[in-house]
């Protein structure tokens, strides 16, 4: 059983940054392939960027990927999402994910951080 534990969302004004944290409970040796996803209201979630064990990352869009930066502590079991240059249209509840390697559906999760960007 995986746990993931979110945290670092709040408000900020357009144009600021924000450093979300996901704590995980789970071995060190776990092969897992953290993610980010993000739903705001009314709309679906969407995937934003995510990370194998070995550091490869992918993102969603080259927008985002122009503002946000995933890493991971694999030693504190750790995921991080920096996030520069927000904007109003990145406001969203921000999911923190995880899927073994190998597998392609993501099967744990977070209870969500709230983002709220002010324009």
């Known amino acids: 059983q995986v746990q993931l534990v979110e945290s670092g969302g709040g408000l900020?004004?357009?144009?600021?940054?924000?450093?979300?944290?996901?704590?995980?409970?789970?071995?060190?040796?776990?092969?897992?392939?953290?993610g980010w996803f993000r739903q705001a209201p009314g709309k679906e979630r969407e995937f934003v960027a995510s990370i194998t064990r070995g550091?490869?990352?992918?993102?969603?869009?080259?927008?985002?990927?122009?503002?946000?930066?995933?890493s991971r502590d694999n030693a504190k079991m750790m995921v991080f999402l920096q996030m520069y240059s927000l904007k109003?249209?990145?406001?969203?509840?921000?999911?923190c994910a995880a899927r073994q390697?190998?597998?392609?559906?993501?099967?744990?999760?977070g209870q969500g951080t709230q983002v709220t960007v002010s324009s």
Not at 55 to 70: H, Q
């Open 12 to 34: 900020v004004q357009a144009g600021g940054s924000l450093r979300l944290s996901c704590a995980a409970s789970v071995r060190s040796s776990s092969n897992l392939v953290m």
């Open 55 to 70: 550091g490869f990352s992918s993102y969603r869009a080259d927008s985002v990927k122009a503002r946000f930066t995933i």
């Open 88 to 95: 109003a249209e990145d406001t969203a509840n921000y999911y």
């Open 101 to 109: 390697e190998g597998t392609t559906s993501y099967v744990y999760w």
